[in-house]
């Protein structure tokens, strides 16, 4: 999702009964300031319409799913607006591993989403474990990240964002490069205008399904 100049929206994972509970991560990407009041806009893939890459055929250790980004001759058709790579890498077996190219010069990190592993192992032998974010370096000679899992059924993500030589300045869920621009997007809030138009009256009909299963808490 892409917010723009304003939207108001509802986010409720959905539980279904036996199944397990959902496990979500939330990627929150500052728009470069040209976009900041570009018209919201959405783009929604299912599961199987994410391509993925495999480095050593679909029969090796390895998949690479893309929500957005390139590897190994493969792109997602998701298109942010700026750059932003993100990718959610398999390791089927303890020492799988795989070099991914990243731009030169983007911030970059990895999450642990499951199992453990090595990054860049020659340069020292840490294991890093489960729910731990390893930021890379964005020197510009450095151009992809080596990734070895050490455990079997490993999964990371991989993200990669081209940085913004802009201000950051938030306020709740508002992101703008200036104390002006901020008080600018309360008053269009407040006074449901640009982007806004609906604030005041928008409900949204999963959210109050949810309340007629669950009620209010």
């Known amino acids: 999702m892409c917010a723009g100049r304003g939207v108001i929206h509802s986010e409720i994972p959905l539980h279904v009964e036996g199944a397990k509970n959902p496990n979500g991560l939330q990627l929150w990407v500052d728009l470069p300031k040209e ?24 029969d090796g250790d390895v ?19 700026g750059g932003c ?32 592993v090595f990054v860049n192992k020659e340069g020292g032998e840490t294991v890093h474990e489960q729910y731990h974010t390893l930021v890379l370096s964005s020197a510009a000679n450095e151009t992809g990240v080596s990734i070895e899992a050490a455990s ?37 809030y407040h006074y449901g205008q640009n982007g806004f138009e ?7 009909d999963l959210g ?6 669950y009620g209010e808490h």
Request: net charge negative.
């Open 35 to 58: 976009h900041k009041m570009s018209k919201p806009s959405y783009q929604e893939l299912d599961a199987e319409e994410i391509p993925s890459a495999y480095p050593y055929g679909e």
């Open 63 to 81: 998949r690479i799913k893309l929500i957005s980004g390139k590897s190994f001759g493969v792109e997602s058709p998701v298109r942010p607006l």
């Open 85 to 116: 790579w993100y990718m959610h890498i398999f390791l089927k077996k303890q020492g799988s591993r795989v070099f991914q190219d990243l731009p030169a010069g983007w911030t970059s990190f990895v999450y642990t989403l499951q199992g453990s």
């Open 152 to 188: 079997d059924d490993t999964e990371v993500v991989l993200i990669s964002g081209e940085p913004l030589d802009q201000g950051v300045v938030q306020y709740g869920p508002f992101v703008m490069t200036s104390e002006a621009e901020i008080r600018q997007t309360l008053r269009d």
């Open 198 to 204: 609906k604030a005041g009256t928008w409900k949204s």
């Open 208 to 213: 109050q399904q949810f309340l007629k299963e």
